[in-house]
């Protein structure tokens, strides 16, 4: 034979042996990073750590095999026979997420899912299910460490635990500030002002055990202090002069004479009023002290959130304002779902709105000014003109007044056969003073049991 035509009988047994295309072997999923997240997104809030309907729970490779009541959610390597697989692609009577309780997988979510369980389901040896958010460390009720064993020259044990910080990270603390340095940052942080070359003379000059001790002492006991301090509550609790319409010159939101609870808090900083008192003030100063005027202005908290052309609105801030002011919570989110981080379920959101659900506004007559009259209902198309006298104050105005559960976070769609939320006086209030008890306004920092605003 000769050579050409021994090559070409080869090529010839060479392209008949081989398939025309070579099968590509298929990309394993990563459960990590393309399984998890996808469950995570779509499945958790009723299949994880809060909350497992029927049992099952999605969270972890572990439980995912376990399965529920209904039975295996997967079947390694057969997609046609696992449950996860059906509800997610196959049954439309029963697919999941449940109408309302989040969005659906996409065709491409589906067909991964459907991957993963055909080549095996398999996930890492040590996937752990989600963290309990009850364990986290805000739900933990609060204790006293111990004191680090330092030689920290200063007699606050605050110092004593940033020394032993800086010591374990191999830092070296800066020395002591000079007296002038000290006189001014104290007066900036108590007052917001810089000391008069008076004062600072005569600080130098006082050679007494106490000096330091009485000139804060006598910050404390300035307007100024409340003043100062005051700016950063108001912060936290929402507090602005006008809601933006100034050039409207309407009541739509009331906030003409807002600046009344201003100054409550600020007197309330220099009487030295207990923290857990202001915040019950804030939000029920109508039935602690009905008679008090004095007090009865600290409802402006919640006339600062008022929505004249929505009451809904009105309602939904009370909730959302009031649970990040004083229980560092996202409530809003638990309007439409239970909370796929906070152990706050979409039940407790409403039972927690039926605190608010009684109340209205009302002017009150303020000695001394005109009669501002009846705070006027909403009427459509209607503008009132800002009220200049007297004081916005809540009451209940229809006390007997309960929340009604509804979903997707319309109001309209309320759930006609399921009864009205009673309102959760009890875990509320625990939980405020768990976490304000015995706060005060002014302790004087530097002292053993020192927790003040």
Known sequence: MQWPTLVVSCCVSLCVSLPLHAETPPVPIDYTKQ?????????????????????LRLDAGKFILKGGE????????????????????????????????????????????????????????????????TEHWAFQPVKRPAIPQTNSPSQNPIDAFLLARQLEGGLTPQPQADKTTRLRRLYLDLI????????????LNDTRPDAWQ??????????????????????VWRYSDWYGRRGAKDMTNSYSLTWRWRDWIIRSLNEDKAYDVMVRQMLAADELA?????????TGFIVRNFYRWNY?????????????????????????????????????????????????????RVPGEADPGPFP?????????????????????????????????????IVK????????????????????NRLSCRQPPGTPDSNRL
Request: charged share 25%.
């Open 70 to 133: 209904i039975g295996k959610a997967v079947v390694p390597g057969n997609s046609a026979e696992s449950l996860l697989f059906q509800v997610i692609g196959e049954d439309p009577d029963f697919a999941m997420p449940p109408e309302g309780q989040g969005r659906k997988l996409t065709p491409d979510d589906v067909a991964l899912i459907r991957t993963w369980i055909d080549q095996g389901a398999h996930f890492p040896a040590n996937d752990s299910p989600e963290p309990a958010p």
């Open 192 to 203: 917001g002002l810089p000391p008069r070359p008076t004062e600072l003379s005569a600080f």
């Open 290 to 298: 009905p008679n008090d005027r004095e007090n009865l202005v600290a």
């Open 417 to 436: 056969d399921k009864p009205p939320s009673k309102p959760v006086r009890f875990s509320f209030w625990a939980e405020i003073k768990f976490r304000s």
């Open 214 to 235: 009485r000139v804060i002492d006598d910050l404390l006991s300035r307007p100024q202090y409340g003043e100062r301090w005051g700016r950063h509550w108001m912060d």
């Open 377 to 413: 209902d909403y009427k459509l198309s209607v503008r009132n003109g800002p009220v200049r006298t007297g004081m916005v104050r809540i009451y209940d105005r229809h006390p007997d007044a309960l929340a009604r559960f509804y979903t997707g976070g319309l109001e309209q769609n």
């Open 35 to 55: 399984i998890k997240p996808l469950l995570q997104a779509h499945c958790f809030a009723c299949h994880g750590v809060l909350k497992q309907e029927s049992a």
């Open 312 to 364: 809904h609105t009105w309602l939904k801030d009370n909730v959302e304002h009031t649970a990040k002011a004083f229980l560092g919570l996202t409530m809003n989110c638990c309007e439409c779902h239970d909370h796929k981080y906070d152990p706050i379920s979409q039940e407790e959101y409403f039972a927690f709105r039926s605190l608010f659900e009684p109340i209205d506004l009302r002017h009150d």
